[in-house]
Nanobody
Framework: QVQLAESGGGLVQAGGSLRLSCAAS????????MGWFRQAPGKEREFVAT????????YYGDSVKGRFTISRNNAENMVYLQMGGLKPEDTAVYYC????????????????????WGQGTQVTVSS
């Protein structure tokens, strides 16, 4: 079992930066791939980024590639999403998600492959 809690969202101007944090509890964290997704009003949940259990591999959605960076600190049970070059279309609720711990080296990019979710944090980018 993994419990997740996001923080760090807020209002930022276009071109600005934010860092989202996800605090995880549960012994399985260190074996779990972790992902970030986002959902804007009226839209489906969208893949943003994922990182393998070791942090050795990272994958990004096309819309954020080159602007966002995912990282993790297994010693502190934390996952981060550094967002830069923010655009109004990045406005959404951002969710942290965890796969069940199984040392997966090919993490999923769809919501269905993730087993645990946080409550989300709102990010609003003004033009």
């Amino acid at each position: 079992q993994v419990q997740l809690a996001e923080s760090g969202g807020g209002l930022v101007q276009a071109g600005g930066s934010l860092r989202l944090s996800c605090a995880a509890s549960g012994r399985a964290f260190g074996a779990s791939s972790m992902g970030w997704f986002r959902q804007a009003p009226g839209k489906e949940r969208e893949f943003v980024a994922t990182i393998t259990w070791s942090g050795g591999s990272k994958y990004y959605g096309d819309s954020v590639k080159g602007r966002f960076t995912i990282s993790r600190n297994n010693a502190e049970n934390m996952v981060y999403l550094q967002m830069g070059g923010l655009k109004p279309e990045d406005t959404a609720v951002y969710y942290c998600a965890a796969e069940k711990g199984r040392f997966n080296t090919q993490p999923g990019v769809t919501p269905a492959t993730y087993d645990y979710w946080g409550q989300g944090t709102q990010v609003t980018v003004s033009s």
